[in-house]
């Protein structure tokens, strides 16, 4: 085929509805082997099953790796508060972005998150990083963004929790309230961990 | 909200990079393996040819990120090459393992013996967005030796040169590298046949 200007598909940019399934793919992720190599890694599938089925989780997605709301504010501020979520009936929190599995775990490490250096361990101790570099979870639930004029990203996620429950979308926050392409400003007002907390202690009581 | 995943799976199985993997052997180790099958990339009838020798090469906008998260930088590149002698490699992507543990290296080492030769500029290119470019080069330690990171994130450079990997999500570059004076090209090493033709040492022996 010829290559063309990339537009986004409608679907992928109508956010997913409170209620809804998460949409079912396989990212490509990286895991730790046994070996002395310098590079102790190989490609594993995981699967939304693996991250999402039978469990209560927090997922937050972000436009990009090692940008600065990203860095600074967002993951810090989850990792921070990541125990006391994990006590409010969570069992694990994720952060996504479009981005590949490289880049995610030097973003992980870069952030001076606790890696996990077992074999066969998910990346960090505390928040975990999905690398959604094909876009295809961000694409199912329909949070896909072109943010290129503006910062020269190509296609992204728009910046939203959520609380999944066993696959099911229990509670979304959507920055901005909707998706806007080629958006100047990155809206950071609802996304955040301490927003979460609030939102979990509500259902607790 | 499943709508498009199986179509958009099968278009990804065919297109762009396959990575291999290989299981891990416990007696003798074998590296893991993350070479690029660029023969299974889809070949979109690009629209330009691939680049070579006497080509001069197009005034595009690449960024280049900033330390401390401040705003990238947009350079242009004809004039960053202007009446100058220069290396420009690319690469698939930043924080990768060929990228990071071979090609870049490669050029770190060389860099006094390309300054011998007269390159005044080494640029390092990828289609990472800025901010990424930045991050790699700093841990890698090439922007301490002095080497230019540089965003070419919608690809227009790559595609001008003919040497984009293709697909539905993101465009890659191939790996290539090229010695430019004055903003014509002047040596081309693809690695078409093996990534090693684009490393430094390579570079070196043809100036």
């Known amino acids: ?205 | 909200m499943l709508l498009h995943s199986i179509p958009l799976l099968l278009i990804l199985s065919t297109l762009t990079t396959s990575f291999t993997s290989s299981p891990p052997v416990t007696t003798h180790h074998k590296p893991s393996s993350t070479s690029i099958n660029l023969s299974s990339a889809a070949t979109s009838s690009s629209t330009m040819p691939e680049v070579k020798v006497g080509d001069t090469l197009p005034s595009v906008t690449l960024m280049e990120g900033q330390p401390n998260y401040e705003k990238p930088v947009s350079v242009d590149l004809a004039e960053l090459i202007k009446d100058k002698k220069v290396a420009i490699f690319a690469v698939p992507g930043a924080f990768t393992p060929g990228c990071s543990k071979s090609h870049l290296p490669s050029f770190i080492t060389a860099k006094e013996d390309l300054k011998a030769k007269g390159v005044d500029m080494i640029i390092c290119v990828a289609t990472n967005d800025a901010f990424v470019m930045e991050a790699w080069g700093q841990q890698s330690g090439g922007a301490e030796a002095g080497i230019r990171f540089l965003s070419d994130a919608n690809a227009e450079l790559t595609r001008a040169l003919g040497l984009e990997i293709s697909s539905d999500v993101f465009v890659r570059s191939k790996r290539y590298s090229l010695i430019a004076e004055n903003g014509v090209v002047t040596h081309y090493f693809s690695s078409a046949e093996q990534a090693s033709d684009t490393w430094a040492p390579a570079v070196l022996a043809a100036l």
Not at chain 1, 20 to 30: G, I
Not at chain 1, 79 to 106: H, P, T
């Open chain 1, 1 to 205: 085929f010829i290559t063309k200007p990339m537009s986004l598909e409608t679907a992928w940019s109508t956010p997913i509805k409170e209620g809804a399934t998460v949409p079912s793919v396989t990212f490509k992720t990286r895991v730790r082997i046994e070996s002395d190599d310098q590079n102790p890694f190989d490609w594993k599938d995981l699967t939304s099953e693996d991250y999402f089925k039978g469990k209560r989780v927090v997922l937050f997605a972000l436009p990009g790796a090692f940008t600065p709301t990203c860095s600074s504010t967002h993951v810090p501020g989850y990792d921070a508060a990541y125990d006391e979520i994990k006590g409010l009936g969570i069992d694990e929190v994720y952060c996504l972005s479009v981005n590949d599995a490289f880049v995610m775990r030097q973003w992980g490490l870069n952030l001076g998150l606790s890696e996990d250096k077992t074999v066969g361990a998910n990346g960090f101790v505390k928040v975990k990083l999905i690398p959604d570099g094909a876009a295809l979870f961000t694409r199912g639930m329909g949070m896909s963004t072109l943010w290129t004029s503006e910062r020269g990203f190509g296609e992204r996620s728009w910046r939203y929790s959520a609380v999944i429950d066993d696959m099911k979308v229990e509670k979304l926050f959507i920055e901005g309230g909707g998706i806007t392409q080629n958006s100047g400003p990155d809206p950071f007002e609802v996304s955040d961990a301490n927003t979460m907390v609030k939102y979990l202690n509500s259902c607790a009581k």
